[in-house]
């Protein structure tokens, strides 16, 4: 017995032949002398997802993310407070700026790190980039979801009271189909700009340039006795 795809026989054959295939043989005339037998691959039985288990596989993805990105954020607002509010500050007056920073970082960083991957100098260089832009881009989540919780808390100066609304909300949108990915873009445009201006306003020579220069103290004028 043969397993074939295509089976096409042009001698002669002094037996039966028996073959597992999914289309019918080639066999010239008088070339097998006995039976000719061909036996169709079983197929595979088709698993119909009911629309009460997808349902249920969405749920549990939804209470999973719910869980995961409520402890990130969780985490994150009770150790660090004061970098929250830093960052988070930078989205209040101009959000926008923030915005047009995120969107020509994303689209600069790509073409940076590829250059840098095409020389050899740079390779080690553009591993270390890649993993700090990644690690950017997963932080954007919490500090967005504590913007978002405190344009709603306005009264309510509890970091972790603001990260939970802010999260709930932002899991939520991420959620929904369409959505999530507008819902994804602007939260990675908006994080990662606003970590960025902090960054840049953390600079190590920020204050040495924005530091006002002293005027020279002028000796006081000497006592002349006569």
């Known amino acids: 017995m043969l397993s074939v795809g295509t089976l096409r026989i042009a ?4 037996g039966d032949v028996t073959y597992v295939s999914d289309t ?3 066999i010239a005339d008088d070339a097998v002398a006995g039976s000719v037998q061909r036996i169709s691959q079983p197929q ?6 009911s629309p009460w288990g997808m349902f249920a596989g969405w749920l549990l993805g939804l209470v999973y993310a719910l869980v995961a990105l409520s402890l990130v954020t969780l985490f994150t607002a009770l150790l660090f407070p004061r970098l929250l509010r830093r960052v988070t500050d930078h989205l209040r007056p101009s959000p926008w700026k923030a915005l047009l920073v995120g969107l020509v ?8 790190l590829l250059l840098l991957f095409t020389t050899i100098v740079g390779a080690p260089l553009a591993l270390a980039v890649t993993t700090t832009w990644f690690l950017l881009t997963l932080a954007s989540f919490p500090f967005v979801a504590h913007y978002l919780g405190a344009l709603i808390l306005r009264g309510d100066r509890r970091p972790v009271s603001r990260s939970l609304l802010g999260g709930v909300i932002l899991i ?7 959505l999530n990915i507008v819902a994804w873009v602007l939260m990675v445009f908006f994080g990662l ?3 960025l201006l902090e960054i ?3 600079r190590p020579w920020h204050d040495t340039e924005t530091a006002p220069t002293r005027p020279a103290q002028e000796a006081p004028p000497a006592n002349i006795t006569h």
């Open 44 to 49: 595979s039985p088709k698993v119909e997802v």
């Open 193 to 195: 700009g606003a970590q």
């Open 11 to 14: 001698g002669s054959v002094g």
């Open 172 to 178: 939520a949108a991420l959620q929904i189909p369409w």
């Open 105 to 112: 970082a994303s689209i600069a960083a790509p073409l940076v």
């Open 24 to 26: 019918e043989a080639s």
């Open 200 to 202: 840049h306003r953390q």
